[in-house]
């Protein structure tokens, strides 16, 4: 059975940094792109980061230069390091991928920037 269970959200204060992490019970992990999506209350989800199978990420305007997607193919693991932390960062994470065009989600991490 194919999950993706992420780890990592919390409350942090605007400015500050936390690392979300996605472990994939996936066979041949590395052949798949990996992404991060979020949905704050009310709204759309919406992409964040993605990764592809060698490497190659993509980033939303509203993250880059702030967020960077990594992955360990040996581990099964995607990351997403977030630096510099804005109150309209607020939103549940979840990682993603795509399956025989079946899209797989985690159950998602709730991240809460605010003072």
């Known amino acids: 059975q194919v999950q993706l269970v992420e780890s990592g959200g919390g409350l942090v204060q605007p400015g500050g940094s936390l690392r979300l992490s996605c472990t994939a019970s996936?066979?041949?992990?590395?052949?798949?792109?990996m992404g991060w999506y979020r949905q704050a209350p009310g709204k759309e989800r919406e992409l964040v980061a993605t990764?592809?199978?060698?490497?190659?990420?993509n980033y939303a305007d509203s993250v880059k230069g702030r967020f960077t997607i990594s992955r360990d193919n040996a581990g099964n693991t995607v990351d997403l390091q977030m630096n510099g932390l804005k109150p309209e960062d607020t939103s549940v994470y979840y990682c993603?991928?795509?399956?025989?065009?079946?899209?797989?989600w985690g159950q998602g991490t709730q991240v809460t920037v605010s003072s």
């Open positions: 993603n991928t795509r399956l025989f065009l079946v899209d797989i």
């Open positions: 996936i066979s041949n992990f590395g052949r798949y792109r």
């Open positions: 990764i592809t199978a060698t490497g190659n990420t």
